[in-house]
């Protein structure tokens, strides 16, 4: 836990990078349209990092009762002033490894927290570990073969080289890119069922005229819905989802 990164400091700078922008208006969206098949009737959800809570707001506008954790202290003071009008939110700081109370959710959120933790693959080992059968639990992360894709298109092949790593780790820069089949056979491994596989900006960030990111903003989202849980694009996804459940 020393070692996971945390946004105390940078949390305002951390939410504008996010949702201020394009990248992070298309990846809620396709998250929101994942989340929609599970979530038809009003559940107890958990989101673990959950930070400024943008998809806790989402959850609770449905008649969801959500708890939602966040390891930063700075990230959750703007998260109390976006969800201070509902009343079925409940807000902690807290490490994902020190919650106790995991079976007594029937959902667990961990969007884009894997990236970010020094031991990834032990979250998920506490996860499933913690979970009751039955329960399920929504998981993405940023997807590390993505990044070399995007990176080749960009020529940066020194960085390629290196693992995709830099002397000097930029801030919001995730350090713990995970390759996407590497972490669903993790998964599948562990014993968890897949229920769906989705790539999450499967096209935006390869896009060669950046403002079309912008001004094309309505066709591209089209273009991700209709292909991005179809082969070979969903494992373009700069960010991959997984619809894990407990058997």
Known sequence: MEKD??????????????????????RHLILCDVLTPYVS????ILEVGGG??????????????????????????LATENLAGF????????????????????LVVCHAVLEWLDKPFEA??????N???GSRLSLSFFNKDAALMANAIYGNFEYIERGLKVKNQVKLNPHQALPAKQVVDYCTDKGFRILGKTGVRCFHDYMKVNEHQ????????????QY???????WLGKYFHLMLEKP
Not at 41 to 44: A, F, Q, R, V, Y
Not at 53 to 75: E, K, P
Not at 88 to 103: F, R
Not at 214 to 225: A, D, G, I, M, V
């Open 5 to 26: 990164r945390l946004f105390n400091g940078i949390a305002t700078k951390f939410a504008d990078n996010i949702y201020g922008t394009t990248k992070g208006k298309l």
């Open 214 to 225: 912008t001004s094309k903003f309505e066709q591209l989202l089209r273009t991700e819905r």
């Open 131 to 133: 979970l009751n059968q």
């Open 87 to 106: 009343s079925n939110v409940t807000i902690k700081q807290q490490y994902l490894q020190d919650i106790k109370d995991i079976k007594n959710y029937d």
């Open 52 to 77: 400024t809570g943008i998809m806790a707001a989402h959850l609770a506008q449905q008649g969801h009762t959500v708890m939602l954790t966040d390891a930063s202290q700075d990230v959750l003071t």
């Open 124 to 129: 998920i080992d506490f996860l499933f570990e």
């Open 41 to 44: 009737k009003p559940l107890s």
């Open 228 to 234: 991005n849980q179809v082969e070979p694009f969903l």
